[in-house]
């Protein structure tokens, strides 16, 4: 009698990049076959190495699919999908983790994502942290119908549990919310959000540089993945906190562009789905991101500017001008704000003012 061995290691690979994958729904079915084909086909042995190679690489430069051989049984081959991602995301109240350098893209794309979202989802609202860039501010000028449904937060206190559906963006963590040993009252808001995301109604984006960097509540509750350009040291930073079978395939994010990222999706009942998407952000959001920067280098450091507009407004309210009379002293200097952001500056002021007062 004669026994076949199977390797430990094998059957990890299997159950990651076989049992569990799937692949995206959008996929021609001649395409499908063909991948299913050359993958199945080397694992099985009835492709070799070197031609499995050849066939995949004809996908690869045809429709740009990158492929990786994780093993001697394994090769992975990732298509392209415009769709997968928002069907997945949008399928129920979940989080997206944006993984990837700086200038990878994760801004524009979590912009992107959310602002479909509120296409799709007229009664959503978009809350946004960490808004550096001022991007926020932006968006709203260049779509005044939004500015009811967008709000870009000063601070880290979650949204109103109002029962209303609602998209969030972290652009920018703080080491207090990010921070595995942080304690501080938003870091565990944080966490409650992230663990109660579906009875809150709420879908979340976070914007990482180090996957690691993330609080294990956090990264673990991350329903879906996307992997931006990352160096190699951020490459092997990602792939310590990934099953094997998924890390090996992390390695093309090193060749994305800024527009790319690798995205690993969970479908409940059915598998994991692992697709390059494509943002294609709109260009007026291009060109109001060009807008934000060009403000930020243009004005004072941003604390200096920040403490600036909101005495200015403060100083223009006590002489009893209105709110539309403001906006257009305001932009005469420069300062482009919406007249429902300067009324949230006004209120700023006055309890920075009233803080001072009590110091």
């Known amino acids: 009698m004669s026994y076949t061995y199977i390797s430990q290691k094998f059957r990890e690979y299997d159950f990651w990049l076989r049992e569990s994958r799937i692949l995206p729904e959008d996929l021609p079915r001649k395409i499908r076959d063909t991948i299913i084909a050359i993958e199945e086909g080397y694992r099985a042995g009835f492709l070799e190495r070197r031609k499995a190679v050849v066939l995949a690489t004809i996908l690869k430069e045809r429709f740009g699919y990158p492929y990786r051989v994780v093993s001697d049984r394994h090769i992975v081959i990732i298509p392209r999908s415009h769709r997968e991602l928002m069907r997945a995301f949008l399928m129920y109240p979940q989080l997206i983790a944006l993984i990837g350098n700086r200038h990878a893209g994760k801004t524009i794309t979590a912009w992107t994502i959310a602002l ?36 870009v937060k000063e601070d880290y206190r979650l949204p109103p549990l109002d029962g209303r559906e609602k998209i969030v963006i972290y652009n920018e963590l703080s080491e207090s919310l990010i921070s595995k040993r942080a304690l501080s009252s938003a870091n565990l808001e944080l966490n409650l959000q992230a663990l109660r995301s579906r009875h809150l109604n709420t879908w979340v984006i976070y914007n990482v540089i180090r996957f690691s960097s993330l609080e294990s509540v956090l990264r673990e509750t991350a329903d879906i993945k996307m992997f931006k350009w ?16 998924w890390a090996e395939i992390l390695k093309v994010t090193t060749k994305l562009s800024r527009n790319e990222g690798l995205v690993i999706a969970p479908v409940q009942g059915k598998g994991v789905k692992i697709f390059l998407h494509e943002t294609n952000p709109p260009a007026w959001l291009l060109e109001a991101h060009r807008r934000a920067k060009k403000d930020s280098k243009l004005m004072m450091v941003k604390s200096e500017r920040k403490r600036y507009v909101l005495q200015r407004i403060g100083e223009l309210y006590e002489k009893g001008l209105s709110t539309k009379e403001i906006k257009m002293i305001l932009e005469n200097e420069g300062i482009n704000l919406s007249e429902r952001s300067i009324r949230m500056k006004r209120k700023q002021w006055e309890e920075l003012v009233s803080l001072e007062k009590n110091k």
Not at 230 to 235: M, T
Request: no cysteine.
């Open 230 to 245: 990352l160096s190699p040291e951020l490459v092997n930073n990602a792939m310590m906190n990934l099953p094997k079978g």
């Open 116 to 151: 479909e979202a509120l296409q799709k989802k007229p009664e959503m609202r978009l809350y946004v942290y960490g808004d550096v860039d001022g991007l926020g501010e932006q968006v709203m000028k260049m779509r005044p119908e939004l500015e009811d449904r967008i709000i």
